[in-house]
Structure formats: structure tokens, C-alpha cells
């Protein structure tokens, strides 16, 4: 209107041809044909990507909350990372410690070239860019978004220019790649989640097969032995096979899924000793030393099993003299410290402490107690290795009063 209005007036001060005035009316209609053109083109172009028509989507300037379940530091990588995907973005300015992103985002051709070329008034106070604010608030374990495209004009423009839906489609394609992103996560985290289940369902399954797994040699070995005291000491033959039954009661599967204790565990490990008594006679000594309240305290099966094998096998039947083995147990604070000791061969390169039945037990007490269960393996004194389970210990339930 500026420009038209001082075409006019110079036309008109021109001699001889200021008194033509179809030479002004011509050019009032191009320029007016070309702006109600522009507007019905912008119109139609916000109701192609937006599928509406309405004060929000025709605005040149566009915000938008969001919130990223994140932490704000891994809210505005995810952030930043999303601005700097679109399309003609440049200067991209990131402040990680402020939270901020700024970026200028260059206009697209979205009608190709224009009518007249360079010669379309239109283009003369078109919007060469598009620009981009976003910050992030930290929240409570979340980021919230701030986010604002705009022109790269001052707000008075809006008046007479407009910027052909590109601002609504730079917001919501941030708001896409940002929900695509978050998406991506939670797929990875449940992924995450479900490999570790199936590795726990694997480890619990091996585990189990570990709990029902009698060691064929050490059947074969007490059943061969019972046979031959049937021919010279019967009274003893009958003692082992009674000892062998007991071991064998504990340790086949069980029908149910029900934690085992520390007195069971207790009951099937003096079976197993009581049988290597008899083979081993005077080689073998056991000490037991575990407190009636403590017999309660869940355990889960075979872990105390595993470590009066680990004694016997690596610590005392590789000595001529034998040995003793000590079971104790022990109340701390709120565990229990459950210690199987020898006096036999002590760690060498053999025997560091890290065989496939430690591991299995670490593994387990890691599956069921998490951070709140350990194992420790130490050289005893003055010779053997002492093997300590720490578990919690059981709650008892306070009696309910009238």
C-alpha cells in the first residue's frame, strides 16, 4: 500500500502523463490481485498441513509446552538433538548449562518460483527466515519444553506478511522427533527389561536344574560304599543308607516354589557330611555351631550345600590328614552371616575362590536380595578358607492386639 500509494503520487506530478490514470489503476489491481493471492494461498496451505483452519494454526508465531519424562540434562540432548534434524536448519546455538537452544531455520520455496520472479513486490518484504527458541525447566525427574518458532521479523510484521504455515510445521516436527525419541527410549528400556527377564527366567531355570542335580559321583561313591559295608559292617552300611535317603529328600526338586531355610539347608548338609564321615572316618571332623532362632531364616536351597562341597573337595580330600569343617551362623543387625569354614589345602592356583559354584551362588544371592545379600570368601587361620553367605534376616511379624 506504501509503495502504491507513492506510485500514485509521483505519477500524478508527472507532466502529461499524470494525466493518465489507467497506467495507476493497473498497477493497484496487479498489486492487490497479488496479495489477495498470497493470502488465499496461505490459507489453503494451513489447511493442508494442518488440517484445520483457525487462530492457532494461521498465526506466524507458534509455542508449545512439552514435557520429556527425562531428567532436564538428558531432556535437552534429546531436545537439541530433534532441532538440529529439520531441514535448512543453521546457527545452531546450544547452551547445555542454561538449557537453551537458539537456531535460525531458512524459508523453504513452497510454491517454487513465483509470478514475475524477482519483480513480485511480495518478495521484496518477504520473511527470509524462520527462528527457534526452546528451554528447559528441570522438574521433579521430568524437562519441560518450552518452545517458540517464529519470523526472523519484528511482531508488527504479522500484520501484512505471512509465513505460509512453515512456522506450524517447524513445531510440530520438533514435537514429532521429540515424541519419536522418548518413544525409542521406552522401547529400549523395555527391551533392556525383557532381556533381563529372559536371562533371569535362564539363570533361574539353570539354578533350578542345579537344585535338582544330585552329583553322579558322589551317588555312585556312597552306594558303592554301602555295598561293601553290607559285607563287613552292616549296622554302619544301614546308617549311611539312612544318611544318603535324608541327603536325597532334600535335594530332589520340589513340587511347590517355596523358599527353603536355613535349618533344612542345615539338615541336608550334616546328611552329606555324615555320609563322608563314614567313608572318611577319622579324616573327617564336623563343628557345627548355629543357634536354634536362627534355623528360620530363609535360604534359598543348595547354597549352603555348595559351599560344604567346596570345603570337602578342594580343602580337606586332597589331604592326606583330613580336616574339619565348621558351620556357623550368626545374627548381625538385621542380617544373618551363615559361615562355612575348613582347615584344609586354603586358596592356591587351583582354588582361588572364584570357581562355578561360587559364581552360581554370587549369582543367585544377586537375583534374590539384589544389593542386600553377599558372599565373601577368605582365607582362614592359620590355614583353609572361610566362605561367609550374608542374608537378611527373617521379620517377624508383630502380634496383632485387640
Not at 533361574?204 to 544330585?214: E, K
Not at 573337595?313 to 544373618?336: C, F, M, N, Q, Y
Not at 582365607?379 to 583353609?384: K, Q
Request: proline residues 6%; contains cysteine.
Amino acid at each position: 500500500m506504501v509503495a502504491f500509494t507513492l506510485f500514485a503520487i509521483v505519477w500524478d506530478e508527472l507532466p502529461l502523463l499524470g494525466r493518465l490514470e489507467w497506467p495507476v489503476a493497473i498497477v493497484g489491481m496487479v498489486t492487490m490481485a497479488l496479495v489477495v493471492a498470497g493470502a488465499f494461498s496461505h490459507l489453503h496451505r494451513v489447511r493442508l498441513v494442518a488440517g484445520r483452519i483457525d487462530r492457532g494454526t494461521l498465526g506466524n508465531r507458534h509455542r508449545r509446552q512439552v514435557e520429556i519424562p527425562f531428567e532436564a540434562g538428558e531432556a535437552f540432548d534429546l531436545l537439541d538433538a530433534a532441532i538440529r534434524e529439520l531441514p535448512r536448519i543453521q546457527q545452531v546455538e546450544s547452551a547445555r548449562d542454561s538449557l537453551q537452544v537458539r537456531a535460525k531455520v531458512g524459508r523453504p520455496d513452497t510454491y517454487g518460483e513465483r509470478p514475475l520472479g524477482r519483480w513480485n513486490p511480495m518478495l521484496w518484504f518477504g520473511i527470509p527466515r524462520n527462528q527457534i527458541l526452546a528451554t528447559v525447566t528441570p522438574g521433579h525427574d521430568t524437562g519441560s519444553v518450552t518452545l517458540i518458532c517464529e519470523p526472523e521479523s519484528a511482531g508488527w510484521t504479522d500484520w501484512f506478511l505471512v509465513d505460509d504455515g512453515t512456522n506450524y510445521e517447524n513445531a510440530e516436527a520438533i514435537t514429532r522427533a521429540v515424541s519419536r525419541r522418548v518413544a525409542e527410549h521406552r522401547r529400549r528400556e523395555q527391551a533392556s527389561a525383557a532381556q533381563t527377564a529372559t536371562e533371569k527366567e535362564l539363570t533361574v531355570a539353570r539354578l533350578n536344574l542345579l537344585h535338582a542335580q544330585v552329583e553322579p559321583h558322589f551317588l555312585y561313591n556312597t552306594l558303592a560304599s554301602a555295598q561293601l559295608l553290607t559285607r563287613s559292617d552292616p549296622p554302619r552300611a544301614e546308617q549311611m543308607l539312612g544318611h544318603l535317603i535324608q541327603y536325597l529328600r532334600h535335594s530332589l526338586p520340589r513340587t511347590e516354589d517355596a523358599p527353603s531355610t536355613l535349618g533344612i539347608e542345615l539338615e541336608r548338609a550334616l546328611a552329606y557330611l555324615e555320609i563322608l564321615k563314614i567313608r572318611m572316618g577319622a579324616r573327617l571332623d564336623v563343628q557345627i555351631d548355629v543357634p536354634e532362632n536362627l534355623r528360620a531364616t530363609p535360604l534359598p536351597p543348595m547354597m549352603l550345600q555348595t559351599l560344604v562341597e567346596n570345603a570337602i573337595k578342594h580343602g580337606l580330600e586332597p589331604r592326606t590328614a583330613g580336616g574339619t569343617v565348621w558351620i556357623r551362623a550368626r545374627h548381625s543387625e538385621r542380617d544373618v552371616d551363615i559361615t562355612v569354614a575348613d582347615d584344609g589345602e586354603g586358596f592356591n592356583t587351583k582354588n582361588s575362590g572364584t570357581g562355578i559354584g561360587l559364581k552360581n551362588v554370587r549369582e543367585r544371592l544377586r537375583l534374590i536380595y539384589g544389593a542386600n545379600a553377599a558372599l565373601a570368601v577368605v582365607a582362614n587361620f592359620p590355614s583353609g578358607v572361610a566362605a561367609t553367605i550374608t542374608v537378611p534376616a527373617r521379620v517377624e511379624k508383630e502380634p496383632v492386639h485387640g
